[in-house]
């Protein structure tokens, strides 16, 4: 069983950064993809990115590539969410999600923290 918590959101201009954490509770196996997704109002879930916890390999979705920076400290059993120049598109709910390699869906997912971007 794993328990994600999600932090760091908040109110920003555009412009702006935010890094939002993910922290787990219980054991994220070495195999595990770590992911975060947003969803905007109105809208569906997006992907965001993932990244491999065992050798911290990464992949973004293009809409936000070249912005967004996922990490992760393996001591804190942490992952990061690094976002740079927020426009407000990027306003939405940020949540973290953990699945096994070989799964079609995440197993677990976090409460989700409000990123809000004003122009």
């Known amino acids: 069983q794993v328990h994600l918590v999600e932090s760091g959101g908040g109110s920003v201009q555009a412009g702006g950064s935010l890094r939002l954490s993910c922290v787990a509770s219980?054991?994220?196996?070495?195999?595990?993809?770590v992911a975060w997704f947003r969803q905007a109002p109105g809208k569906e879930r997006e992907f965001v990115g993932w990244i491999a916890w065992i050798n911290g390999s990464t992949r973004y979705s293009d809409s936000v590539k070249g912005r967004f920076t996922i990490s992760r400290d393996h001591a804190k059993n942490s992952v990061y969410l690094q976002i740079n120049s927020l426009n407000a598109e990027d306003t939405a709910v940020y949540s973290c999600a953990v699945k096994g390699p070989t799964k079609q869906y995440y197993d677990y997912w976090g409460q989700g923290t409000q990123v809000t971007v004003s122009s």
């Open positions: 219980g054991r994220i196996f070495s195999s595990n993809i």
